[in-house]
């Protein structure tokens, strides 16, 4: 049990939803990659779960978020990231060309799926 509960979550875009696998391996080369950092039982994560979901679902043609990967990792499981986000959950970063992650400005849990994916393209271009 403890070996799942510190595995990190990986979900990878597609047009139909998300589809979860267990991977502590780095992303795929040409691959965009989003990490949410998270914790069991914060409500305000799984609704962005969920919203980013609904975004990748509706990706198609040159609005497409099918080469992204999200990936959600615990907080509790890492000291170093529990410190740097216990009062700021749901995180969301973008790994940089350079492996370096960005934090992505907050998205309120009023967005409508469209919007999310309009300002995740943005992100990334």
Do not use: H
């Not at 589809?19 to 609704?47: A, E, M, W």
């Not at 000291?79 to 700021?88: F, G, L, S, T, V």
């Amino acid at each position: 049990m403890a070996a799942a509960i510190s595995a990190t979550l990986v979900f990878a875009a597609r047009r139909r939803p998300l589809v979860c696998s267990l991977s502590s391996s780095s992303s795929k080369p040409n691959t965009r990659k989003l990490v949410l950092y998270s914790k069991p039982g914060c409500c305000l994560c799984d609704g962005l779960k969920e919203k980013l979901n609904a975004a990748f679902s509706l990706s198609s043609g040159s609005d497409s978020l099918n080469d992204v990967t999200l990936q959600v990792r615990d907080i509790t499981t890492n000291p170093e990231w529990e410190r740097a986000y216990q009062y700021e959950i749901p995180v969301l970063t973008k790994e940089n060309s350079d492996g370096k992650e960005e934090v992505l400005p907050r998205l309120s849990p009023r967005l409508s799926a469209e919007i999310i994916q309009k300002k995740l393209l943005a992100a990334f271009s």
